[in-house]
């Protein structure tokens, strides 16, 4: 499998991070790729290749241009203020408030991001870009004919949306990904979001749309973050209508339920006629993860594998979530080496 990997993930590692009401080591941190890194070479799987210099045009496809421009230039924005600590939102455009964007960058935060536990430092947006430009390389091998490639990005993406970010999310790596693939003729692409959060971003981007399904599997926003997507009764809107399928499953899910779950998804992607697949690849399913809430173990990563293989269809698997870092490297080459 081609894999593709940018040492400048390391650009974006924010102190702190709020949980629980308290500031901790953000979850979301460096040595998650340390871990992937090291059981790769343990595998033998050691041909890693750089990502190609970004193309923008089609990361304008997916973002907002203002969105773009912001995260361009919020550091510089923010220190010019006075500000000397890291990029958190003090407030939100919340329910029942207005939709103007406000000047100055305090407002804007809250304008753009809709979580605050993402923090943004000196280095975030130069980290994303690199790590939209691995998704970007990943796709341009499928679309060149490579049965699969691996996208070993950092910081993630399915949270982001056309115009916020958050969830450690600044720009969609997998909504790229599945709108370069689009573009380079694949006519109908399919999205398998297997992550424990729902992918909230890239159901928005691609939701009034039918050239594009979208299928997750996840924690229900009853109890789980996101919160506020990821129903079973969202389906698309507009042109988009059916193309949008959730499954939400109960914290305390397991391999039996979490399997009955992971088949249904895949049978709605082949009854869609696919042309290609993008796999929002997180692993915060597993048992031990801190801040989710499924129990499968690491002896069912490689099933999932071997399950989304069984669609044989051109794959760009691109990492999201996993934060039992000690195991984050077993759990996802488990999943690459099945596949």
């Known amino acids: 499998m081609k894999i593709v990997y940018s040492e400048d993930h390391r650009l974006h590692f924010p102190q702190g991070e709020l949980f629980g009401g308290e500031f901790v080591t953000p979850f979301e941190r460096p040595s998650r790729v340390e871990y992937i890194l090291r059981e790769l070479k343990r595998r033998k799987m050691t041909e890693l290749m750089p990502p190609a210099k970004l193309d923008m ?43 103007n964007k406000p000047r100055f960058i ?10 605050m536990e993402t923090c943004i430092t000196a280095g975030t947006r130069d980290a994303a870009l690199a790590s939209a430009s691995v998704a970007q390389t990943a796709q341009k091998l499928v679309a060149s004919g490579a049965r699969s490639a691996f996208a070993l990005c ?35 692409v399919a999205m398998l979001d297997v992550d424990y959060h729902h992918g909230n971003g ?28 990821g129903y079973a009764d969202e389906r698309g809107i507009d042109a988009g209508e059916g193309f949008t399928r959730n499954f939400p499953l109960v914290a305390g899910t397991g391999w039996d339920d979490y399997r009955v779950a992971l088949a249904a998804a895949l049978e709605e992607i082949g009854r869609y006629g696919a ?10 399913t597993f048992e031990g993860d801190p801040i989710s ?37 077993e759990n996802v080459v488990g999943v690459l080496t099945a596949f």
């Open 293 to 329: 809430a499924f129990k499968l173990g690491s002896r069912h990563f490689p099933q999932i594998g071997a399950m989304i293989a069984g669609l044989r269809l051109p794959t760009v698997l691109v990492l999201e979530g996993g934060y039992a870092v000690e195991e984050i490297g």
């Open 106 to 115: 305090d407002g804007k935060v809250g304008y753009y991001c809709h979580s």
């Open 57 to 99: 045009k089609p990361v304008r496809k997916v973002h907002d241009k203002g969105f773009l421009e912001f995260l361009e230039t919020a550091w510089a924005e923010w220190t010019a203020a006075g500000y000397r600590g890291e990029i958190v939102p003090t407030g939100f455009a919340a329910r029942g408030m207005g939709p």
């Open 275 to 284: 042309d290609a697949l993008v796999v929002s690849l997180g692993v915060d």
């Open 154 to 188: 950092r910081p993630p993406g399915h949270h982001a949306h056309h115009d916020m970010y958050g969830g450690y999310c600044f720009l969609n790596n997998a909504a790229l990904a599945a709108q370069e693939l689009r573009d380079r003729g694949f006519a109908r």
């Open 202 to 229: 890239t159901q928005e981007i691609f939701y009034a749309r039918d050239d594009v399904l979208f299928v997750s599997i996840h924690g229900t926003p009853d109890t789980e973050y996101p919160y506020f997507l």
